[in-house]
């Protein structure tokens, strides 16, 4: 417990994912788990595997694919969750199995309607049956930080003795303030048997904005597993920021004395990569990564930074992998520059997808003079994004203006090998693209936000077309560049349809119910 060094235990793919509009496919979870392991995390929550196929399908892939950290599966206390997990995780180098049952008054009453003495018999015979499977188990008492702090130590202590080897105790709905978190610790580590043995863990959400202070209180008062995500990803406002507290930790090393294994020059591609990825902006003022976090507008400030750059800025933006200078690419760059570029910028693609990356560049650079970083990021996504589409862009017209009706046609091919058209008219030409796409999929989703913006700079830049939409109270999101904004909201619109579409099919393909969703009392459990 006296170690100066604290764990990374990155859950951007399993709390992260929970948020509203982050949802990946796996092409995207692959990708988020490799500059994950880049940035040097100690371990990778991957995903909840009982949650749906697709969640145990990517929580296998990372744990097959990305080795280095130890990659980790959620469960609740039941067997089948486990072993879902169990099995999920069981071919990584490091695996581990995430065991979590709430031990709050409030859950044990009205969610799980169970007294204390069956919380404590669920937790300690799901931590033995994890241990069986997998030797590395950590246990959360979920709510841990409105739970009585007596029957918390109780919990700990008897999990710890069923084999758990992390306790991580969370503060669930970002309730706690840090000194009163620190003190849960402090009480933990006084009262629990065995608890030298075991690391300590805080999983902090960001409810009242306290998810990085709780954090950090914790450590002081002996975690050393801090749960985190990138950009602050997560459930409501949020997990505790990855980037923050790695950088809070080692700015004020003279206050902490406390070290990650972090490579913070990856901290700004890792937040650049998932915010690609899921489509959720980060914040312009957002700290350490936001646009504004190294930018200086008074002139007092600015006058200060040119005398003496420590006036006004504690970090260095190269620092955390933020250049000032932009490095550009044109027409007469090669094959061996761009695939470096594309690693810097955090992509991990195969030779095909490296080579198809090469040919869009090539025609790209013949239309702008110079290629941005956010040229070459829109590339190397489309390649990610250009997973398993059910329908594809052919061709996409539309008219607009004061004096007419506006109205579009699109021509899309679908998987199966038959193009649809279809025209429509909307209240402008985007609508009109929307409705065209919805007529010719048979997919209706409900828009919630659209925007457009240019990725680069001048005035060949390229236009990026975010959309977010509603299916089945789902928030699905989609991203796309083109350097015509018509075509870029088109293909944006068409990913959200494509992700509808492929959900759909595997629902139908896998209409199998398992035994825990048929399981009322389980079903309750979460
Ligand atoms: O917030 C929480 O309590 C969780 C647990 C599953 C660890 O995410
Ligand atoms: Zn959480």
Known sequence: MSSQHVKIFDTTLRDGEQSPGASMNLAEKLQVAHILKELGVDIIEAGFPIASPGDFESVQAIAREVHGPIICGLARCNPADIDRAGAAVKDAPLPRIHVFLATSAIHREFKLRMAKEEILRRAVEGVKRARDLIADVEFSPEDASRTELEFLAEVVEKVIEAGATTINLPDTVGYATPEQYGAIFAYIRKHVRGIENI????????????????????????????????????????????????????????????????????????????????????????????????????????????????????????????????????????????????????????????????????????????????????????????????????????????????????????????????????????????????????????LIDFRIRSVSEGEDAQGEASVEAMYQDKVLSGRAVSTDIVEAAALAYLQVTNRVALRNRIALDRVKPTEVAADPELREAN
Not at 226 to 253: K, Y
Not at 265 to 275: E, T
Not at 300 to 325: A, C, F, W
Not at 352 to 379: G, H, P
Request: proline letters at 2%; glycine letters at 8%.
């Open 199 to 446: 690391t300590l863990s805080a999983h902090c959400h960001d409810d009242l904005g306290m998810a990085v202070a709780n954090s950090l209180s914790a450590i002081q008062n002996g975690a050393r597993q801090i749960e985190c995500t990138i950009n602050g990803i997560g459930e409501r406002a949020g997990n505790c920021a990855l980037e923050e507290v790695v950088m809070a930790l080692r700015t004020r090393a003279d206050y902490y004395g406390i070290d990650t294994t972090i490579n913070a020059r990856k901290l700004y591609p890792a937040s650049r990569l998932l915010s690609h990825v899921t489509g959720l902006a980060v914040q312009r003022n957002k700290a350490v990564v936001g646009q504004n976090a190294f930018a200086h507008e008074s002139g007092i400030h600015q006058d200060g930074m040119l005398k003496e750059r420590r006036t006004y800025e504690i970090m260095n933006p190269e620092d955390v992998g933020i250049s000032r200078t932009e490095l550009v690419l044109g027409k007469h760059s090669g094959r061996h520059a761009l695939r470096q570029r594309v690693s810097d910028l955090g992509y991990h693609l195969s030779e095909e997808q490296l080579n198809r990356v090469f040919e869009s560049f090539k025609t790209l650079a013949d239309k702008k003079k110079v290629v941005y970083d956010a040229d070459i990021e829109a590339l190397a996504e489309a390649q990610i994004h250009s997973g398993p589409a059910v329908w594809t862009l052919e061709a996409v017209t539309c008219t607009g203006g004061s004096a007419t009706i506006p109205s579009a046609v699109v021509a899309l091919w679908h998987q199966e090998g038959r193009i649809v058209r279809e025209a429509a008219y909307g209240d402008g030409p985007v609508d009109a693209v929307f409705k065209a796409i919805d007529l010719a999929t048979g997919i209706h989703v409900n």
